[in-house]
C-alpha cells in the first residue's frame, strides 16, 4: 500500500507559490538560466548555475529542507520531472534491460599524472591519518594543490571543494575502501 506525504506536497506547494509570486519576476531578469532551490518550509532559497551546488549551499543551511528546484525563467519543478534514459527512450532510469548482457565489460579507464599524483599524496600524506577516523566516507582532492574535502556525501564533498577552488581538476577516493570496492577510484570529477 502506497502512502501519499502530505506534509512533503504542501511544502512543495508552498515553494512553487513562492517561486511565482515573490521570486519569479525578480530573478528572471537577474538570473535568467540559472536554478533556484527552495525549502518550501522556510521559503530560504539558493540561486546557482547549478543545481547540486544551489542544494547543497541550502542544506548546509537547512538540513531539514523540503526542496523544490526551479529553472528560472522556465518555471519547471524539477522534482516532479520523471528522470529518462536518454539512451532508451520511453524508459524510466533504473528499469530493466533485457538487452544487457552480463559478458560485457567496461573499458579499462587510464590513470591521467594528476589521478595518479592526487592518490599518491592521499597514500603518502593523508592515509594513515584519515582511515581510523573517517572509513567509508570520501575525500575529494584538488589535484595541482592538494586542498581537500571529506564527507559522507561526494557531491557535498565536492561542492565544498570547488567553493574553495573553483577551477580545481578534482580526485574522488574512498577512505579505506579498496580499489574493487569503489568503482570510481582516482577519476576525476566534475560539478558544475
Not at 526542496?67 to 528522470?83: E, Q
Not at 532510469?93 to 567496461?106: H, I, K, L
Request: hydrophobic letters at 35%; proline letters at 6%; glycine letters at 6%.
Amino acid at each position: 500500500m502506497t502512502t501519499k506525504d502530505h506534509a512533503r506536497d504542501a511544502a512543495v506547494q508552498r515553494a512553487q507559490d513562492f517561486y511565482s509570486s515573490e521570486l519569479s519576476q525578480k530573478l528572471e531578469s537577474a538570473a535568467p538560466g540559472k536554478y533556484v532551490v527552495i525549502d518550501g518550509n522556510s521559503l530560504d532559497y539558493e540561486v546557482d548555475a547549478s543545481m547540486i551546488v544551489a542544494t547543497v549551499h541550502l542544506q548546509d543551511r537547512q538540513p531539514d529542507a523540503r526542496i523544490a528546484v526551479f529553472k528560472i525563467a522556465d518555471d519547471i519543478n524539477w522534482l516532479t520531472r520523471p528522470r529518462r534514459d536518454a539512451s532508451r527512450p520511453g524508459r524510466a532510469v533504473g528499469e530493466f534491460n533485457e538487452d544487457f548482457d552480463e559478458r560485457d565489460t567496461p573499458p579499462e579507464i587510464s590513470r591521467s599524472p594528476a589521478s595518479l599524483e592526487a592518490e599518491n599524496f592521499y597514500n603518502t600524506e593523508l592515509r594513515a591519518q584519515l582511515e581510523p577516523v573517517h572509513t567509508g566516507k570520501y575525500i575529494l582532492i584538488a589535484g595541482e594543490t592538494h586542498d581537500y574535502e571529506i564527507d559522507a556525501d561526494p557531491i557535498v564533498a565536492g561542492v565544498h571543494l570547488l567553493d574553495r577552488q573553483p577551477d580545481a581538476e578534482m580526485f574522488m577516493f574512498c577512505i579505506g575502501c579498496d580499489g574493487g570496492q569503489f568503482a570510481l577510484h582516482g577519476l576525476p570529477i566534475s560539478i558544475k
